[in-house]
Nanobody, 124 residues
Framework: VQLQASGGGLVQAGDSLRLSCEASAPILSNWHVGWFRQTPGKEREIVAAMSWRGEMTYYADSVKGRFKISRDNGKNTVYLQMNSLKPEDTAVYYC??????????????????WGQGTLVTVSS
């Protein structure tokens, strides 16, 4: 299974972006999905997650109220709508899927498939 992340770019503070993550196989309807981000010199952090049924979501405190994760199972695609972007949101964003999780959200190690990352740059 391959995950293709897209939608990154250079925007100004306050702008919006929508990231997409398309799976090569119809697994997103049955797997948990997550969005992560990483900047040089920092550890990767989870930004948002959605359970496979969609009844549970998770957002990092830094993005609550600004980001929204969603999925379109018919398109095998998960989205991350990012509003009111801040310079500190600048990072490479990755999508990932986990078949199960020992907790919510799943531990990083429980995500099995990862996308290649898409760069989001927010200028001040």
């Amino acid at each position: 299974v391959q995950l293709q992340a897209s939608g990154g770019g250079l925007v100004q503070a306050g702008d919006s972006l929508r990231l997409s993550c398309e799976a090569s196989a119809p697994i997103l309807s049955n797997w948990h999905v997550g969005w992560f981000r990483q900047t040089p010199g920092k550890e990767r952090e989870i930004v948002a997650a959605m359970s496979w049924r969609g009844e549970m979501t998770y957002y990092a405190d830094s993005v609550k109220g600004r980001f929204k994760i969603s999925r379109d199972n018919g398109k095998n695609t998960v989205y991350l709508q990012m509003n009111s972007l801040k310079p500190e949101d600048t990072a490479v964003y990755y999508c990932a899927t986990a078949m199960w999780g020992s907790s919510w959200p799943p531990e990083d190690s429980e995500y099995e498939y990862w996308g290649q990352g898409t760069l989001v740059t927010v200028s001040s």
